[in-house]
């Protein structure tokens, strides 16, 4: 019973890892520890192997997501550069919309939706499809909306329609992953006991 007790337990070891993330402009990620946040530039050590101390410029940082789970885009470290929009068209539009889309997709993070699908679907799987459905039809919370101050429409939309999408996709995620380790589970105790 106690190797069934770990076996479950280290199932969802993953999701526990703490480290810093860095999210960059050209869509890549770093793990990592922050050392220090200084104007204009971060220090961090990266998690996956012993290293030195690196130096990253802030504008080419999009956030940070910290270890508890916070998330700052280093606003108060960046220069910021004002500008006017004098002509808006259609394509802007698009444009404001794909680029909300993709920052909402990067940005939100569904582990808890993911864990919550999958733990539900473990212990009773009717219940878990139920829980999936139901949480892949609720919209994410609004306040995730950090990178711009004052966004265009389509920019809001897109953002939103992103985190949406992300949502729905980690509560079926959760949903396979519970599925996957009850009918294990429960062949490899079918096992046992046939050959006992």
């Given at each position: 019973?106690?190797?069934?007790?770990?076996?479950?337990?280290?199932?969802?070891?993953?999701?526990?890892?703490?480290?810093?993330?860095?999210f960059?402009?050209?869509?890549?990620?770093?793990?990592?520890?922050?050392?220090?946040?200084?104007?204009?530039?971060?220090?961090?050590?990266?998690?996956?192997?012993?290293?030195?101390?690196?130096?990253?410029?802030?504008?080419?940082?999009?956030?940070?997501?910290?270890?508890?789970?916070?998330?700052?885009?280093?606003?108060?470290?960046?220069?910021?550069?004002?500008?006017?929009?004098?002509?808006?068209?259609?394509?802007?539009?698009?444009?404001?919309?794909?680029?909300?889309?993709?920052?909402?997709?990067?940005?939100?993070?569904?582990?808890?939706?993911?864990?919550?699908?999958?733990i539900?679907?473990?212990?009773?799987?009717?219940?878990?499809?139920?829980?999936?459905?139901?949480?892949?039809?609720?919209?994410?919370?609004?306040?995730?909306l950090?990178?711009n101050?004052?966004?265009?429409?389509?920019?809001?939309?897109?953002?939103?329609?992103?985190?949406?999408?992300?949502?729905?996709?980690?509560?079926?995620?959760?949903?396979?992953?519970?599925?996957?380790?009850?009918?294990?589970?429960?062949?490899?105790?079918?096992?046992?006991?046939?050959?006992?």
């Amino acid at each position: 019973m106690r190797y069934l007790i770990v076996l479950f337990f280290s199932c969802f070891a993953f999701e526990s890892l703490s480290q810093d993330t860095i999210f960059l402009k050209d869509s890549s990620e770093i793990n990592c520890s922050i050392k220090e946040i200084k104007e204009g530039s971060l220090i961090y050590t990266r998690n996956d192997e012993i290293s030195p101390l690196y130096e990253l410029m802030i504008s080419k940082v999009l956030y940070v997501e910290f270890e508890s789970g916070r998330l700052d885009s280093l606003n108060a470290y960046r220069i910021v550069e004002q500008f006017v929009v004098e002509n808006y068209n259609e394509a802007d539009s698009k444009k404001a919309y794909l680029s909300g889309f993709q920052d909402g997709f990067k940005i939100y993070n569904g582990r808890s939706v993911k864990m919550a699908t999958s733990i539900t679907t473990f212990i009773l799987p009717p219940l878990g499809l139920a829980t999936t459905v139901i949480t892949a039809g609720i919209p994410p919370n609004a306040n995730l909306l950090i990178q711009n101050e004052s966004p265009s429409n389509s920019y809001i939309n897109g953002f939103q329609a992103g985190t949406i999408l992300k949502k729905r996709k980690k509560a079926w995620q959760g949903f396979g992953l519970g599925l996957g380790i009850t009918i294990g589970l429960s062949l490899s105790i079918a096992l046992v006991v046939g050959a006992g």
